[in-house]
């Protein structure tokens, strides 16, 4: 099975920016951001093909964050910018070897996790 593993959390001030990695032990053709804070359901982040050539935001984060990914190093990429308390929170990334699809149900692949704080 592909092992996940992020890097890259940490503290930051409200408007500052973070970039977090996924490093994968094999390929997977859709990959994911999720997030989880205390005392919330997971949410979903952001999403890419197997490409890199579509991508998908949430809401919440479109036009702050950016995802990307380098298969010839089977790491994919969070940048965050402009954060904001309310992205506190537990970030996974997350795989499957389908398209891309919203749910965290729908993954196979998850990573532990890495804690992002952003302080107001």
């Known amino acids: 099975q592909v092992q996940l593993v992020e890097s890259g959390g940490g503290l930051v001030q409200t408007g500052g920016s973070l970039r977090l990695s996924c490093a994968a032990s094999?390929?997977?053709?859709?990959m994911a951001w999720f997030r989880q804070a205390p005392g919330k359901e997971r949410e979903f982040v952001a999403a890419?093909?197997?490409?890199?050539?579509?991508?998908y935001y949430a809401d919440s984060v479109k036009g702050r964050f950016t995802i990307s990914r380098d298969n010839a190093k089977n790491t994919m990429y969070l940048q965050m910018n402009s954060l904001k308390p309310e992205d506190t929170a537990v970030y996974c990334c997350?795989?499957?070897?389908?398209?891309?699809?919203?749910?965290?149900?729908?993954?196979?692949?998850w990573g532990q996790g890495t804690q992002v704080t952003v302080s107001s």
């Open positions: 997350a795989g499957r070897y389908g398209t891309v699809r919203y749910g965290s149900m729908d993954y196979d692949y």
């Open positions: 094999g390929r997977t053709y859709a």
């Open positions: 890419i093909s197997w490409s890199g050539g579509s991508t």
